[in-house]
């Protein structure tokens, strides 16, 4: 009898689901915010994951004769920087050949943050079908054929045309329509420019105007950046604006200075649960002596609510290249592979770290260790120490505890990867221009000769 009640249970859902399945799905039921949601909630994009924001942005693509479609472009790399945005969009350049060869066409560009916060003041800070700004990485990708059916070829779209954009505002490019409204004056600008025509562009519409149509749609997409939630302008459109704070100028100072310190919880989360090792199958409760950040009971999700407090001392542990492309404001660097520990330290007199051996059992390198330690990891202080995933900070933690730290005082608050989510972007410095190679060495110590 239970035998056949199963079999029933199974038949009515199975009924279901294909109830489910033919029931009529409706293209207006769905709106691009419904699928951007989708595509940076189920998988691991998005804030916060492990490849930026995605999005489906809506391009009004031109042919030949000038006759608009409706398209779609796709923006499958978003990264927020200092004061501009980087982004790759997709989109088909040509629609006048057969499907076989249209190839779609990738393009880098940079979009800037103006300090007005106003989207008419945004500007084309690059645009490149090749190298990225930074000339090391290939983020783009010319999918139309070269040379294009008129004859020009890329080499010659990529000096001539493409550069006018460079420079060029919201404010001067949303009133465009095709290269035909571009002003001759305008696009002769520039030192060498004078001899250009726009001429060489009239046989070449397909591809030339729709790098225009490509800006204007990407440009639109950049105005739903909470940067841009202050932009009065632009709430008389439909395109929602993520919730943030508007700009990362905006920051909040010590907002804790004038209400009470919220009690910190313990370090360690002892109702969470984490794998012990790599081939472990099951997870295990945490405990005290839990010092990954799987563990931590200060997270992304909590963070903000313990920050600019003079209670605790603020400790990143990455190197200081690391630290400078993008960290956190007002955590203090201490690089830890490069000061405080190496396996071999204690053995090679070459490495200068205070501490080798291993984690739990580390092994002074100097007389004076765990005086300096102490200077970098004061014990009379709470501590929130952060690396990049939180692994070097639960190896810290474990040479702390084992040269004698109260550990009740110490947290793992993870790694810079986990803190990417819009909450936490007015309080990062993105600094990736600067590029800083370090050598470090320790001096006027005692070494402790190894036994």
Known sequence: MNRIKKYLALLAALVMVWGLAIAPVHAQDITLEDINRFLNESAKLGEGGKANPVAVIPINHIDGPHEEDLFYAFVPFKYVARSYIKYQVVFISCTCRSADVNYWTTAYVDLTLPDSGLLDDAEIRTLSFDADGTGRYLGGFWGDSNPIPSGQTFELINTEYVPYYVGKTWADIKGLSTIDDIDLADYQA?????????DTWTGATVSTNNILRMLQALIKHHGTDPYFAGDESLKADAAPVETQDAKPEQAP??????????????????????????DAKEEVPCTEGSFGP???????DNLKDYLGRPDILYIDTRDFGDYMKKHLRNFEVVPFFALVYNAEAHTNKDLPQLYGGTPTEPVPVYEESDELLEVLFPKDKTLFIMCQSGGRVGM???????????????????????????????????????????TYTIEGLTRIEPK
């Open 190 to 198: 520039g030192e060498g420019r004078g001899d250009y025509v726009l």
């Open 253 to 278: 100072a010590a907002e804790t200075a004038a209400v009470a310190l919220k009690e910190l919880p313990a370090p360690v989360d002892t109702n969470k649960t984490y794998l012990p090792n790599k």
């Open 294 to 300: 799987t563990c931590s009971s200060i997270t992304p």
């Open 396 to 438: 810290l933690m474990n040479i702390l505890k084992a040269r004698g730290w109260d550990m009740s005082k110490i947290y793992n608050i993870g790694g810079m990867a986990q803190y990417t989510g819009p909450e936490y972007r007015a309080l990062t410095t993105d600094t990736p221009e600067f590029i800083l190679e370090g």
